[in-house]
């Protein structure tokens, strides 16, 4: 200490303050960078909402929101939204966005992907359109968690629900819900 | 931008203070001969910052953080540059300050649509295959630089961006795989091992061993987000298997490394400091020299050193500036690498470009700073955005404008051309196809176009409801 002191007291005053100064200057202006990107981030995920149309996907009770441009829906521990059934292919389906709407690919999966209980290997979606995969069954749901009942159709045969399991990976109505790199 | 505005008038009102603290700094303790270079300098650097944050304001984008921080670091590096060795402006510096800025927003414009992106991949192929030609035939021998009429080049520089733009294009495409002999592989990641090889190769025939580490670094990264890229459906052999296919490609390359390589990988310099050892002798002396607030600016001596203003720039500012400033510039830059962080890109091809952008840098920044302190083999890369050079800043400017894209992605393109289709589909829906589908007459038109499969499934959902 005694040795810094020294240092700072041989220091013309001037000097030591004029860098102190701009130092500070330079940290606050990082500080104000940071604070500046994390309001920008908040933008960013708003106008991702507006993208992205808000949609998410309800499985069970828990809802997950769609926060990449491309989700891929399976059995795999590195899939977006993992669905540990063994009626579920490991690479199931895939579902992307494109101009604020989204749609659902089926990539060869064994049990066939299934929107509104019509086998498709693409198709557009909407909110309260049900996704099966497999014998499980996942709601597609608007920004507001809401789902429109009357936009599905005939009763089909009920899927096997209670083999499923929770999908591990993810946590329900966090900002960071699917897997995003 | 205007949502945002109180916390960017605060980003510019210090970014204006840390240039004017910069200024005072230099006025006070600098050397200068005449009051007019230094007036010259000042002119020079409040004229850039008013223009490049006018430009900014002009131009309505999602990100500017990026923007002000590229401003606020190159017109550091300008007031740097033009004090080592006596207060003067260097105009060369500003003009590539200038190119880098223009190049930041070209590269801002031209990679923020992935679909467009992944459709221009051969002229990417194309514009590489060019410049390592140019390499080939202009450079004069093995060396990475081309001189006309006094001014010099690196292309190598500019294979940088188009490299991660290839690494990032082909990752969407992973999931077409072809059969080839016994194993199913994607054309594209085939057609960028290919490029890799033939960077990796290029590099080490001119010895520009300092950049290898670069290109390295970005390709583990795009080898990385592969991995991670659920479609890829890479499975844990052949993870395992690129895994020693690297242990073993480094333990060849340790191997097979020239005698130069070898022996500066060992090299004590202390015991050659006139020598091999002159360069990293001079620029440690400079460092402890310099002390924790420097000798003023333009009052150092390493300027009489070689590349002092390039590869030793780091030693050149802490014995001018101090250690304290130079590490908080060093800082600065970082924090502009961590700020797409905050923000994750939502599209596997801008986080494969992201996540290439930052490696690059970060490696770039670790030789050059880590060189120059003798704690790893001196390499002679520049340190981005603060070292001179013309390519390195231009280059430097493009990848920042392709941070930006990441930041600030182009997924609306479509958006015109689905609304017709939906509109053709169904003549009375208009603009929010989702939204609007529930009031939707259960019949299209007699005029309809042919229905692909999309559309037959659609036209069933809405005869079932």
């Keep these: 200490m005694t040795e810094l002191w020294e240092y700072i007291s041989g220091l013309e005053i001037p000097d030591l303050i004029l860098c102190a100064a701009a130092v500070l200057i330079l940290d606050l202006f990082a500080i104000s960078v940071i604070f500046a990107a994390n309001r920008e981030s908040r933008l960013c995920q708003k106008r991702w909402e507006k993208v992205s149309s808000g949609v998410a996907l309800r499985f069970q009770d828990a809802s997950y929101p769609l926060s990449a441009d491309e989700i891929l829906l399976g059995r795999h521990i590195s899939a977006d939204i993992r669905l540990a059934d063994p009626s579920v292919s490991r690479y199931h389906a895939v579902m992307t966005v494109t ?20 086998q498709v290997q693409h198709a557009k979606l909407i909110p309260g359109d049900v996704i099966r ?21 005939s009763k089909p045969s009920q899927p096997k629900k209670a083999t499923v399991k929770k999908p591990q990976t993810r946590r329900p109505q966090q900002k960071g819900g699917t897997k995003r790199v | ?47 850039l910052d008013l223009v490049g ?80 030609l140019c390499i080939l035939l202009f450079t004069g021998g093995r060396s990475m630089w081309i001189t006309f009429k006094g001014f010099s080049i690196q292309p190598s520089e500019f294979i940088k961006p188009c490299y991660i733009l290839i690494c990032a294009a082909s990752i969407v495409e992973l999931h077409k795989k072809i059969k ?35 290109f390295a670094a970005v390709f583990g990264c795009a080898v990385v987000c592969r991995f991670c890229y659920p479609r890829a459906k890479i499975s844990k052999s052949w993870i395992a298997a690129a895994a020693v296919a690297g242990v073993l490609v480094l333990i060849a ?10 022996e500066r990988l060992h090299v004590d310099i202390w015991a050659d400091q006139y020598g091999t050892g002159y360069q990293q002798c001079q620029a440690l002396i400079g460092i ?21 203003e390039s590869d030793i720039v780091f030693s050149t500012i802490c014995e001018e500036w101090g250690l304290l400033y130079a590490g908080i510039a060093v800082l600065i830059v970082l924090i502009m690498l961590t700020t797409v962080l ?3 890109p939502k599209s596997y091809y801008h986080a494969t470009m992201t996540a290439g952008i930052v490696a690059a840098f970060v490696a770039q920044m670790s030789l050059n700073i880590f060189g120059s302190c003798n704690l790893i083999p001196f390499t002679g890369v520049t340190l981005p955005f603060i070292s001179q050079g013309g390519s390195s800043l231009v280059t430097c400017g493009f990848m920042v404008g392709m941070l930006k894209a990441g930041q600030s992605p182009l997924f609306r393109h479509q958006a015109a051309k689905l609304r017709e289709d939906a509109a053709a589909e169904l003549p009375s829906l208009p603009k929010i196809p989702f939204l609007q589908k529930k009031d939707a007459p259960k019949k299209p038109s007699g005029n309809a176009p042919q229905r692909s499969h999309t559309h037959r499934n659609d036209k069933n959902r809405r005869g079932n409801a």
Aim: charged share 10%.
């Design chain 1, 99 to 118: 101009g604020g709407i989204w749609s659902i690919t089926d990539l060869g999966s064994k049990s066939g992907t299934f929107v509104n209980e019509r």
């Design chain 1, 133 to 153: 995969l497999g014998s499980v069954q996942l709601t597609v749901t608007d920004h507001t968690g809401q789902s429109q009942p009357r936009r599905t159709r």
């Design chain 2, 1 to 47: 931008m205007y949502k945002n505005g109180l916390s960017y008038a605060g980003v510019v009102s210090l970014l204006l203070l840390t240039h004017l603290s910069m200024l005072g700094i230099v006025l006070v303790r600098g050397n200068y001969e005449e009051p007019k270079d230094l007036a010259m300098l000042a002119c020079a650097v409040l004229g």
């Design chain 2, 53 to 132: 944050i006018i430009a900014s304001l002009c131009y309505r984008q999602m990100t500017y953080t990026l923007d002000l921080m590229l401003l606020g670091i190159l017109n550091m590096s300008l007031i740097f540059q033009s004090c080592f060795g006596g207060v003067h402006l260097s105009v060369k510096f500003l003009i590539t300050c200038v190119a880098s800025l223009i190049s930041c927003e070209l590269g801002f414009l031209l990679t923020r649509n992935h679909e467009w992106i992944r459709h221009q991949k051969k002229y990417i192929y194309l514009v590489i295959g060019i410049l390592i």
């Design chain 2, 180 to 214: 080839v002999t016994f194993f199913y592989v994607s054309p594209d990641t085939l057609c960028m091992l290919g490029a890799t090889l033939v960077i990796f190769g290029l590099q080490w025939w001119c010895r520009d061993l300092g950049s290898l580490p670069t």
């Design chain 2, 253 to 262: 390359a340790w191997k097979l490394a020239p005698a130069y390589v070898q």
């Design chain 2, 288 to 308: 402890a020299r310099g002390g924790w607030l420097g000798m003023g600016p333009g009052q150092g001596s390493l300027h009489n050193v070689f590349a002092y």
């Design chain 2, 342 to 344: 905050m923000n994750p």
